[in-house]
């Protein structure tokens, strides 16, 4: 469709087009989308189903000992609204359960080093190819949709991983995932001579490498920072990561840029590595707050 669309209205449709959907959308979801049930007048999904089934702590939390169990609670108690903040707003709430969160900025901050690897590579990854290992831009096309396909597969393993083997340990799988990220990142700025394996062959092999390892903790991140929050706060906690991510993703914009401009591909790949030593960082802290307070 893209391509219908450059040759015959040009290619500043291409963007034109998309924008005004993604514009049309945003209104109707504006309009019609509404809070929970209770601020419509509805009763809450526990009192609607009642649902008498045992709250699973999340993997952030505890039950004592003594505590008796869910299913002998008032349905009340059952509710994901703490009994105190039923008068609070939304903003109080987010001051309360966001903005002084310790883990949830540390997530986002690594989650903002993470969107500036991810679309860093998605938005330059064509023309480093092109330029700097001189591949054809119709190859280099499908480099990058390698790239795609081996995240998604990363993306389920990291998911996999954190609930199964890590027991809900996500700082700990992003942090690892950033490492090998970086492993990546070092070999595809100085990729290995394997007279077996062609330039091209390698260099898909290292950009499905590095999707697979970048898109880990992309997805988890706000699987993370939602389970640092209440139930009621989840949404907010999911979007605070978001604005991190995507103001990385603006950064990776303009930073990848000026490296190219003034110190040629090197700098733009070096600028990849230490966004992804800092991520690494930021989840290794958060791994460690987290065994901390737990």
């Known amino acids: 469709f893209g391509g219908y669309l450059v040759t015959s209205l040009g290619w500043r449709s291409v963007f034109f087009l998309p924008a005004l959907l993604a514009l049309f959308n945003a209104i109707i979801i504006a309009i019609t989308l509404r809070d929970r049930p209770e601020t419509m007048g509805f009763r809450s999904p526990h009192e609607a189903f009642e649902d008498s089934t045992e709250t699973m702590p999340s993997p952030h939390e505890t039950l004592d000992e003594n505590e008796s169990d869910a299913t002998d609670k008032p349905q009340t108690e059952m509710s994901p609204f703490v009994q105190d903040d039923t ?32 679309i860093g590579l998605l938005d330059w990854a064509p023309k480093f190819l092109k330029d700097a290992r001189h591949i054809d831009l119709d190859e280099a096309g499908w480099l990058v949709a390698a790239l795609e396909i081996a995240g998604i597969l990363g993306g389920l393993l990291a998911g996999y991983l954190a609930d199964r083997a890590f027991k809900g340990k996500y700082s700990l799988v992003n942090g690892l995932y950033m490492v090998g990220l970086v492993v990546g ?17 390698m260099n898909a092999l290292l950009l499905s490498i590095v999707g697979f390892l970048v898109y880990g903790p992309q997805m988890l991140t706000a699987v993370s920072a939602a389970s640092y929050a209440p139930r009621h706060c989840a ?11 995507y103001t990385g993703a603006t950064i990776s914009g ?14 733009g790949l070096l ?5 992804g030593v800092l991520g690494v960082g930021s989840f290794a802290v958060a791994h460690w707050l987290d065994q901390k307070l737990a």
């Open 185 to 201: 990142l070092v070999l595809l700025y100085n990729p290995p001579t394997i007279t077996w394996i062609s330039p091209l062959m």
């Open 254 to 267: 303009v930073g990848v840029g000026y490296c190219v401009d003034h110190y040629g591909w090197d700098g």
């Open 235 to 245: 949404a907010a906690a999911t979007g605070f990561n978001g604005l991190f991510g």
């Open 271 to 275: 600028f990849f590595l230490v966004a």
């Open 87 to 118: 008068d609070l707003s939304a903003w109080a709430l987010t001051q309360k359960y966001i903005l002084t969160n310790p883990m949830i900025w540390l997530v986002s901050i690594g989650n903002f080093f993470v969107y500036i690897v991810r």
